[in-house]
């Protein structure tokens, strides 16, 4: 019948770990969901949406109308007989590491972010961010497949759990970051305290910080605020140190009022 493939993105905590605010910690769920998206894509194109697991569509079109409601970090496929689970694990791995790479490199191109940060470095250290596994089991047929989704599931784990340790390509003596204390800094900024100060309120950050890469796609990574009851909520700006922020005014549900 072919074989039960299962990949699993993460880390989840490394995505939500580096939020300064609830807005941050949105961005970096939804960035992890919309890699997921992107090896599910890969997926799809190869086996067939009708061969997801989960997430589940019927058509590519249902696959993108899941992504806007959110993919989780671990997807399940069936391969058929004569392709390759390996290689098309690998794929999917390699493409959800592509889009965030590729949207950090969005977000690092207007000119004012690109004076002031280390693009290499930082590109680095969002490629070097996600790390993703799979595992696959046979499926002799579809009687088979409760105890082949448990042993694929411990394969998984174990694949997981002898992760490899590989050195970083971006190490240097810097400042680490002021988020997580893991990833050295890849702002640019003057030796003078002041000016350093005044390039960081440009870029959006506060004062004294030193941010990574994947720090700088949390921080910079903005979506549009929820609909609630079909209206779109306005975001409030006010200032914190020189920061803009967005606030959203409470909502009263209809016939509250």
Same mark, same amino acid.
């Given at each position: ?5 299962? @990949?699993?993105? /993460?880390? @989840?905590? +490394? ?25 599910? *894509?890969?997926?799809? !194109?190869? @086996? &067939? =949406? ?9 058509? =590519? ?8 409601? &959110? ?12 392709? +390759?689970?390996?290689?098309?694990? !690998? ?9 965030? #790479?590729?949207?950090?490199? *969005? ?18 250290? #969002? ?16 009687? +088979?497949?409760? !105890? ?8 998984? @784990? ?9 050195? #970083?390509?971006? &190490? ?8 997580? /204390?893991?990833? *050295? ?9 002041? *000016?350093?100060?005044? #390039?960081?309120?440009?870029? /959006? ?23 609630? %009851? %079909? ?8 200032? +914190? ?7 959203? =005014? =409470? ?7």
């Amino acid at each position: 019948m072919g074989a039960l493939l299962a @990949v699993s993105l /993460g880390p @989840v905590q +490394d995505f939500i770990a580096t939020a300064r605010r609830t807005r941050d910690l949105f961005a970096g769920s939804r960035l992890l969901s919309e890699a997921a998206q992107a090896a599910a *894509e890969v997926l799809a !194109q190869a @086996v &067939g =949406p009708e061969n997801l697991i989960f997430p589940a569509p019927t058509s =590519p079109a249902e696959l993108k109308e899941l992504g806007q409601a &959110g993919i989780a970090n671990v997807l399940l496929a069936l391969i058929p007989e004569g392709q +390759d689970p390996s290689g098309l694990g !690998q794929r999917a791995v390699e493409a959800a590491r592509a889009y965030l #790479v590729n949207k950090a490199q *969005e977000l690092f191109a207007p000119k004012e972010r690109a004076l002031h940060v280390e693009r290499e470095a930082a590109l680095a250290q #969002v490629e070097d961010l996600l790390e993703g596994y799979y595992a696959y089991v046979p499926l002799a047929s579809e009687a +088979d497949y409760p !105890q082949a989704r448990g042993r694929l599931m411990a394969l998984l @784990v174990a694949r997981k759990n002898t992760r490899n340790f590989a050195p #970083v390509s971006w &190490g240097k003596e810097a400042f680490k970051s002021s988020l997580d /204390g893991a990833r *050295e800094s890849v702002l640019l900024l003057p030796d003078d305290p002041k *000016e350093a100060d005044r #390039v960081r309120l440009k870029l /959006g950050l506060r004062r004294g910080e030193y941010l990574s890469g994947p720090d700088l796609v949390n921080s910079s990574h903005h979506y549009p605020p929820p609909h609630v %009851g %079909g209206h779109p909520q306005q975001p409030t700006p006010h200032q +914190d140190e020189g920061l803009s922020l967005a606030s959203t =005014p =409470p909502t009263i549900p209809a016939g509250w009022a």
